[in-house]
């Protein structure tokens, strides 16, 4: 980069001082490219019918090709709304094309992907761990379920209306091997085979009390007493609840992380003892509304609340 003249003083300069290398990281300019293609048709006389050679620079019965159809698929699943989709592609490349174009690009490319998302659902079913979840979303207006089968390897999601056991009986099977991991919401009931419990849910439990009594909320292995963020009467029994049922999952967590696997025999053991202390622990009959409500939840989660002791692969959340 050369220079002639001071930028300060306007001064004439000499021969350079030095020089150093800088890095610049900059993006090429995009631009259409319309690739014209020669497509040679020809008759066979066995089928009776026109036969031609299929090209892989476009997608089948689309104009467009299979990058540009990529980044309109990375676009929607980035979460934009097919309307942005266009003003994005308008902007950053001057393509002007349709919403329906752009609804009927990626449907066809879904329906391209159909034997790779199968795949990925055979993952699934194969995995040791499978940790689901559902998430409320608005397809057409309408309340519908996102719901996510995730594994070490894969995730696989499914749309569906109903946030129901039909689902997860569907996409896992009653009697699906191997463990999954899961908040406490009833679909999952369905499961016949190993499950556990996700402690980041419980914990929401707790939270949600604290926050009603200007508590704090605290994580799920916390030891740290409560810190009051209003005056008033702060519920001692829950308090004490929550710090109890805290330290036994810490507890647990850390005796999990340091016991040699699979010892299992030892994990056994070990996973009756925690429960017999959640049983101890339990009111399910308080005074305390809500210690009662979570104490009765525990109670009915029981078989699966320790699974990740009994299993050392199995996470805690």
Request: hydrophobic fraction near 40%; glycine fraction near 6%; proline fraction near 7%.
């Amino acid at each position: 980069m050369p220079l002639e003249k001071c930028p300060d003083c306007h001064r004439e300069l000499g021969d350079p001082a030095d020089t150093y290398e800088r890095f610049v990281t900059e993006l090429i300019p995009a631009y259409l490219w319309v690739l014209k293609i020669l497509v040679r048709r020809y008759w066979c006389r066995h089928c009776h019918r026109f036969v031609q050679a299929e090209t892989d620079r476009a997608i089948p019965g689309r104009q467009f090709g299979p990058r540009l159809a990529s980044t309109l698929v990375l676009l929607s699943m980035m979460g934009l709304p097919v309307r942005r989709i266009q003003e994005t592609v308008a902007a950053m490349i001057g393509l002007e094309v349709s919403v329906g174009a752009i609804q009927g690009l990626l449907e066809a490319s879904a329906e391209r992907l159909g034997p790779e998302y199968d795949a990925l659902h055979q993952e699934v079913l194969r995995a040791h761990l499978v940790q689901p979840d559902e998430t409320s979303m608005r397809v057409g207006g309408e309340n519908w379920w996102a719901w996510s089968f995730a594994t070490e390897l894969a995730a696989y999601y499914e749309l569906d209306p109903s946030r129901g056991q039909a689902v997860v009986e569907r996409v896992l099977g009653a009697d699906f091997p191997g463990t999954v991991v899961s908040d406490d919401w009833c679909g999952y009931n369905v499961l016949r085979g190993k499950r556990g419990v996700c402690w980041i849910h419980i914990n929401r439990h707790l939270q949600a009390v604290e926050v009603a009594h200007g508590i704090e909320p605290r994580g799920p292995r916390s030891l740290a007493p409560p810190k009051y963020l209003r005056r008033g009467h702060p519920p001692t029994t829950f308090v004490r609840f929550a710090a109890e049922l805290r330290a036994l999952l810490r507890e647990a967590v850390e005796w999990s992380d340091t016991t040699p696997a699979p010892a299992t025999a030892l994990r056994e053991r070990q996973t009756a003892a925690y429960e017999a202390r959640v049983r101890a622990l339990s009111a399910p009959d308080s005074s305390d509304e809500d210690v009662g409500r979570i104490s009765r939840n525990l109670l009915k989660r029981m078989p699966h609340l320790f699974e990740f002791v009994r299993d050392p692969r199995i996470p805690w959340h």
